[in-house]
């Protein structure tokens, strides 16, 4: 008697996608449930089964459907925003403050209902995930009824979801205890990366993720740069950092994987961690081309991902497939690596068991899920074909097939797109909303990018110090004995110090603006040496001066706020129009003079080489007590032996800028 089925294709050219590369040009594939019931050639296997629904598949590929083993999907409501820039510019200047203000539980459920429109068009039918408010991501990957591995994002630092790790961690064990069991979502925690986990974020969610057999997400070896300041710090690169801590004994995805030898690959090997190779995301950042074909040669299972839109800006996994290939070969000088059929394969199965749902899903196989996607062969760009060779068939999907080829999409038996229309999602509905919202990041990034002062509120705040200086500044000849007369002198010195300062002064077109100094000051100790290093930016406002008989007397606001980025980093997000460098050595002593503090400085210019300056200052909030220090000012320095040749700050910037 003939088994009742759900549903049989036929005439489908089979792509099983198993150990064997099975594949079957007139072929079939029976679906009861959930599950794959039979496959093989059409004409054998209509005969032992009794369909209810037929599908003809005349001039299409059936094949299992694609795994993206890394993305983002709630930045799909990001998708180009801040592109062509560094990584560092971009999620620090654009991304994170967004992120900041507008994340939350309806956007990530919005932005993933988007994400999973474009994924099912694309003929994903698992991705694996990794952002904030991840229970969202759950409800709304199931909703669309895409299967996902949903990784709850920790980092040490406060995120739009956690005002703590602790908490990002708790958030983690509840979504994995709400989710675990479902048929299409699996839960799991992800450690963002190793330079934004502590120690006990790596070994807690590592034992959470063991304790509950549940994925564990994390970004390895994005950028060399990662690597370095692994090497510095911990002497060793990322992944025998990680091992350390005992992270692989877990589910391991390892997005990137960029930056990593020979030994380290063995690593991964060793412990069965999936790679997740996302090849448009390492161009676009330009972080590198990961050496997949050694990878693959060492038998680790590497799938293929998207990474979040912004940084692609799609989630077209046919493009992916096709870039895996070529940059492979492109960066190798070999034609003959990552082959067609391997590029397919680490998109199927083996991406399927890159992030742990190998037993599942990821080829046509009886007892498998039904994830099954068909694909159109037939258009002018797959036009025409040939069969000679059984390999050929991979080449035209991987070199000239294109996502929009994709005609319908399966998941777990259920169809999520019949001739091309989607049946759980209303992707109009989500666009206006998607573009709305859009408008308001707009608005605010229009606001916080205004000027350099919002801008370096919006990159890590600033405070605003002084808006009163008394400045008066001579050159002298002598600088030995100026030092001299301040030790000799009866004033009440509060404290001396010594500095290397390195200055790059930005200017910008509107001198409005004011100037913004990136400072680099190195202490320097009794013996000579550096001490400590601190690096600050001050915002210096445009000044207004005020002569009196011979005083200068400056009003200007001043801005500072620790720098803990490069001066590439400012250089790149503040986008100055001009620079001037400025070093010096100067030794400072803070005094007391009739009741009043004022600095003393005498400084070194070096770069220009411009001799020394001897500098008396005070700074106050009030320009009456600003115009009283003046006078006094000039008195401390008539003490100091200098003659009457004082420089205007007018005319000092000038020296500095006609440098000689
Ligand atoms: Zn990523």
């Known amino acids: 008697m003939p088994q009742k089925v759900d549903k049989l294709f036929i005439n489908a050219h089979v792509l099983c996608m198993d150990e064997d590369y099975s594949a079957f040009e007139n072929g079939a594939v029976a679906i009861i449930g959930d599950h794959i019931h039979a496959v093989g050639d059409a004409a054998a296997l209509e ?34 925003l801040g592109d062509d820039l560094r990584l560092d510019v971009w999620l620090l200047g654009y991304i994170m403050p967004v992120e900041r203000e507008f994340v939350n539980p309806e956007f990530v459920h919005l932005g993933t209902s988007l994400a999973c429109a474009e994924l099912i068009r694309s003929g994903v039918t698992s991705f694996a995930d990794m952002y904030y408010f991840e229970d969202q991501v ?52 992800a450690p963002h990366a190793p330079y934004t986990s502590t120690v006990d974020i790596l070994e807690s969610a590592t034992a959470m993720a063991q304790k509950y057999d549940v994925p564990l997400h994390i970004h390895i070896a994005e950028t060399a740069q990662e690597v370095e300041d692994s090497l510095a710090a911990m002497d060793m690169p990322v992944v025998p950092y990680v091992e350390r801590f005992g992270v692989f004994n877990s589910k391991v995805i390892a997005a990137h994987c960029v930056h990593i030898d020979e030994r380290e690959m063995h690593t991964l090997e060793k412990y069965g961690v999936g790679v997740a190779h996302n090849p448009t995301s390492n161009l676009k950042l330009s972080s590198g081309i990961a050496n997949i074909n050694r990878m693959l040669d060492l038998g680790i299972n590497v799938g293929i991902g998207t990474d979040g839109v912004s940084s692609n800006n799609d989630l077209d996994m046919f493009e992916e497939i096709r870039l895996a290939a070529l940059l492979a070969k492109g960066s190798s000088g070999n034609p003959t690596v990552v082959p067609a059929r391997t590029a397919i394969t680490m998109a199927t199965s083996m991406g399927a068991r890159s992030i742990h749902l190998g037993e599942e899903t990821g080829s046509i196989e009886i007892g498998k899920k039904a994830d099954l996607i068909l694909v159109d062969i037939n258009t002018l760009h797959n036009s025409p074909h040939f069969r000679n060779d059984p390999n050929s068939i991979y080449a035209q999907l991987v070199y000239a097939a294109k996502s929009t080829d994709v005609t319908d999409v399966m998941v777990n038996g259920q169809w999520l797109m019949r001739s091309r229309e989607l049946l759980t999602i209303d992707p109009e509905k989500l666009i206006i909303r998607a573009q709305a919202l859009a408008k308001e990041i707009d608005t605010f990034l229009i606001e916080r990018l205004q000027s350099v002062y919002t801008k370096l509120i919006a990159v890590g705040g600033a405070e605003e110090q002084e808006s009163y200086e008394v400045q008066v500044k001579v050159k002298v000849d002598d600088p030995q004995r100026v030092v001299q007369m301040i030790q000799e002198s009866d004033l009440d010195i509060l404290y001396y110090r010594h500095y290397h300062e390195y200055d790059t002064y930005f200017k910008f077109d509107d001198p409005g603006e004011g100037w913004l100094r990136y400072r680099e000051d190195e202490f320097i100790d009794d013996k000579g040496e550096v ?32 720098a803990p980025h490069s001066l590439r980093f400012y250089r790149e997000y503040f986008k100055p129009s001009d620079e001037t460098y400025i070093e010096k050595d100067r030794r400072r002593w803070k005094v007391c003079f009739h009741e009043i503090e004022f600095f003393i400085n005498v400084d070194r210019l070096d770069e220009p080489d411009l001799g020394t300056f001897l500098e008396v200052k005070s700074r106050t909030w009030s320009q009456e007590d600003a115009e009283k220090k003046a006078q006094i000012a000039d008195d401390l320095l008539r003490l100091l032996g200098s003659s009457p040749q004082k420089i205007e700050t007018k005319d000092y910037v000038q020296i500095i800028e006609t440098k000689p």
């Not at 005349?58 to 709630?74: E, I, Q, R, Y």
């Not at 930016?537 to 706020?561: C, M, W």
Request: aromatic share 6%.
């Open 138 to 189: 759950a409800e709304a990957a199931a909703e669309a009824g895409l299967r996902a591995v949903c990784c709850q994002t920790i980092l040490k630092f406060p995120s739009p979801d956690a005002d703590s790790y602790q908490d990002a961690l708790a958030a983690s064990e509840k979504m994995i205890k709400k989710w675990k069991g479902h048929p299409l979502i699996t839960p799991a925690v």
């Open 47 to 80: 005969k032992t089964v009794t369909p209810t629904e037929v599908i003809d598949c005349a001039g299409k590929v059936l094949m299992p459907g694609l795994v993206n083993a890394h993305t983002h999907v709630p930045m799909n409501l990001l998708r180009g």
């Open 531 to 562: 001490e400590n290093i601190r690096y600050r930016l001050t915002l210096i406002g445009p000044q207004r001066e005020k002569h009196f008989p011979q005083d200068v007397l400056l009003s200007r606001s001043r801005f500072i706020a620790p």
